[in-house]
């Protein structure tokens, strides 16, 4: 079946520390891919995105992702996390097929001790 | 930018009542919405997709029944939870071009 997984449920890191979380996912045809990141008691908001071209993305506040298309992975990274990123970090994919539709992997808690 | 809202943020309500919840997209048209579905501590899960002036599509194992979808303009799609039960409890959050609402909080007793 058609999914995203994010293996990473709980993360736990000191800061300073640097960052990766796993995405996978299963679709395939061309997909667009999405990190999204729910800070505590917000909502959602959109972190970075992947349509094409270079498969390294950079989004706000120092993260980047990078598309490997052999390994069907879209991980997030981070080369120094603060105690401010303690939030849920959530891969999304939206199939081609349908314009707008989000298919969520689990997401992946993060927590930052100073 | 894009921004979509939300109303109610909280909403508490007895057991068989029916909510209401709106989804509005502020500063631009959206012939389609979505509505998903977050359990504590869990991901989303997209419930359906609303779209302006046709009905909506579900997805596997949501009852339409339940889940009334109205998609009234291009700029608001209601999701109202009929006859509402403890388990229906949860924070409903609705998205349009990949931009989210802030999430309705639905506390059935």
């Known amino acids: 079946a058609q999914s995203v997984s994010q293996h990473n449920h709980h993360v736990i890191l000191s800061e300073a520390a640097s960052l990766e979380l796993g995405c996978n996912y299963s679709?395939?045809?061309?997909?667009?891919l999405f990190w999204y990141v729910q800070y505590p008691g917000q909502h959602l908001q959109l972190l970075l995105k992947?349509?094409?071209?270079?498969?390294l993305v950079k989004g706000i506040k120092g993260f980047e992702a990078e598309f490997i298309k052999s390994k069907f992975s879209f991980n997030l990274r981070k080369p120094s996390v603060q105690w401010s990123d303690t939030a849920e970090y959530f891969c999304?994919?939206?199939?081609?097929?349908?314009?707008?539709?989000?298919?969520f992997g689990t997401g992946t808690r993060l927590q930052v001790f100073p | 930018g894009a921004v979509v809202s939300q109303h109610p943020s909280r909403v508490i309500c007895k057991s068989g009542t029916s909510v209401k919840i709106e989804c509005r997209s502020l500063?631009?048209?959206?012939?389609?919405m979505f509505w998903y579905r977050q359990f504590p501590k869990q991901s989303l899960m997209l419930m359906a997709t609303?779209?302006?002036?046709?009905?909506?599509?579900?997805e596997q194992g949501v009852e339409k029944d339940k889940f009334l979808i109205n998609h009234a303009s291009l700029t608001l799609s209601t999701l109202t939870v009929t006859s509402a039960h403890p388990e229906d409890s949860s924070f409903y959050i609705c998205?349009?071009?990949?931009?989210f609402g802030p999430g309705t909080r639905l506390l059935v007793l």
């Open positions: 998205s349009a071009r990949k931009y």
């Open positions: 679709y395939g045809g061309t997909v667009n």
């Open positions: 992947y349509f094409s071209g270079d498969p």
């Open positions: 999304a994919v939206n199939p081609l097929y349908n314009t707008d539709k989000l298919i």
């Open positions: 500063d631009f048209q959206a012939t389609t």
């Open positions: 609303s779209n302006e002036g046709s009905k909506a599509t579900y």
